[in-house]
C-alpha cells in the first residue's frame, strides 16, 4: 500500500478514446491498492484519441511495472511516466477568497505576483483563476489562505514533453530495452 512519504509520479498515457478504457486503467492502480491523486482526462491532437495524465505516490519502479501492464491493454497507444523527463507540467485552480473591503487592495497586489486573474469579484469575495505547476498554486493557497478560502477546485495535473524529438528517442530506448528483455 503507499505512504506518504513515497514520491509523487506523473504518468501520462495515451489511449484510443473508447468506452471503459479509464476504469481499466484505473482499475490496474486500485487494484494494487494504490491511490491516484489526481487525475485528467481529455482529448488529444488526434480525435480518436486521448490522453490520461494521472498523479500517483508510489516508487518509479512500481510505476514503471504498472505501465508496462497498462501498455498491454488493447486501447493503449503509449505511456510514459513524466516525472524525471524535462516536460511542462500545469493545474488550474478556481478559488473563492474572502475579500473584506479593508483588505482588497493587499489582496489583489498579492495575487497580481502569482499572475493570478480576478474571475469574478462580488463585495464579499473574489474568485481567482491561477495556473501554473503545483508549486506556484501551493504558494498562492499559502498565501490566500489567511484571507479565508470559501471554496476552492483544482484541475489536476496536465504534462507534456518540451521536446518531441527526445520524447520519440526516449521511446525507441524504451523499445529497444524491452526487446532486448524479451
Known amino acids: 500500500m503507499a505512504n506518504n512519504s513515497q514520491s509523487t509520479r506523473t504518468l501520462s498515457i495515451l489511449v484510443e478514446n473508447r468506452f471503459g478504457v479509464l476504469s481499466r486503467i484505473a482499475g490496474l492502480f486500485s487494484a494494487r491498492g494504490y491511490n491516484i491523486e489526481s487525475l485528467t482526462v481529455a482529448g488529444s491532437s488526434d480525435p480518436s484519441l486521448s490522453r490520461i495524465t494521472m498523479v500517483v505516490r508510489c516508487e518509479p519502479l512500481l510505476a514503471q511495472q504498472i505501465l508496462r501492464q ?3 491493454l488493447p486501447d493503449t497507444v503509449e505511456a510514459f511516466d513524466w516525472s524525471d523527463e524535462n516536460c511542462v507540467e ?3 485552480i478556481l478559488v473563492r477568497v ?3 473591503e479593508a483588505k482588497r487592495t493587499t489582496l489583489l497586489t498579492e495575487a497580481e505576483i502569482f499572475r493570478a486573474r480576478v474571475v469574478t469579484a462580488t463585495p464579499e469575495n ?4 491561477v495556473t501554473g505547476d503545483s508549486g506556484k498554486v501551493e504558494a498562492f493557497l499559502d498565501v490566500v489562505r489567511p484571507y479565508g478560502i470559501d471554496e476552492m477546485v483544482r484541475t489536476g495535473k496536465v504534462a507534456l514533453h518540451r521536446n518531441l524529438a527526445a520524447r520519440e528517442s526516449h521511446g525507441d530506448e524504451k523499445a529497444q530495452t524491452a526487446a532486448e528483455h524479451n
Not at 473574489?126 to 483563476?129: L, P, S
Request: proline share 8%; hydrophobic share 40%; no cysteine.
Open 126 to 129: 473574489y474568485v481567482f483563476e
Open 90 to 92: 500545469r493545474e488550474l
Open 70 to 72: 497498462v501498455e498491454k
Open 98 to 100: 474572502h475579500a473584506p
